[in-house]
């Protein structure tokens, strides 16, 4: 399971950067750099583009994990550099984004996108899992969760758009309805789909402030 992430357009990058004449480059060792996002490559990619816009960047660094608390290291070890720039350009997930700013007396600006959690389903291509919505409904769909799988995020399907087991939306995605279906049928829980399920209670994905789980004894 990994954070997917894509490139900002640069034109966003240097609209982060326009008070910055010096830059500090950090790369992420393990998601960003599985998706040639954020790993040394890019880094020095981005190094060669930032110089070519004017910029002065400072010095560069993957850190391994940059979401870890050993980032906190990472950033000492590299304090010279870092001290000799106007801004961090961090080129991991938005949880790397914000490890690096905590231990960072500088601006710290995003250079990618999170767009979701996946797994590699085959070799270079990763597929959504969980939304991570807060109210889990596997337990009416056989284990497969209609908010990732369907086109439509249906709690009540199918749609009836299907063909062949194939969503109407795209030829190349299977029907999230017809394989929960087709699961529903070989548990013999047929019966669920006569269950009304309710709209997803949001609340639970988005309460306000940043959620937090306290494990007790």
């Given amino acids: 399971m990994i954070t997917i992430t894509e490139?900002?357009?640069l034109a966003e990058v240097m609209q982060y950067l326009q008070k910055s004449q010096k830059v500090y480059l950090i790369g992420c060792g393990t998601c960003a750099t599985m998706l040639h996002t954020g790993g040394k490559s890019e880094v020095l990619e981005m190094k060669d583009k930032l110089e070519a816009k004017g910029k002065q960047v400072t010095g560069w660094m993957v850190i391994p994990t940059a979401c870890d608390e050993l980032t906190r290291e990472a950033l000492k070890i590299n304090i010279k550099d870092i001290a000799a720039a106007d801004s961090i350009l961090v080129m991991s997930c938005a949880f790397g984004v914000q490890t690096v700013t905590l231990y960072a007396d500088k601006p710290v600006y995003p250079a990618l996108n999170s767009l979701f959690i996946g797994k590699e389903e085959t070799p270079g291509c990763f597929v959504e899992i969980c939304l991570q919505?807060?109210?889990?409904?596997?337990?009416?769909t056989a284990g497969i969760c209609p908010l990732v799988k369907c086109a439509k995020s249906l709690l009540n399907g199918p749609c009836g758009g299907s063909v062949e087991g194939k969503c109407e939306v795209s030829p190349d995605i299977?029907?999230?309805w017809q394989l929960i279906i087709d699961r529903l049928r070989a548990l013999g829980q047929l019966d669920k789909l006569e269950e009304i399920v309710p709209p997803q209670d949001w609340s639970t994905s988005s309460a306000g402030a940043p959620r937090r789980t306290v494990l007790k004894d």
């Fill in 133 to 140: 919505c807060g109210n889990c409904q596997l337990a009416n």
């Fill in 174 to 176: 299977p029907c999230a």
């Fill in 7 to 9: 490139s900002k357009p």
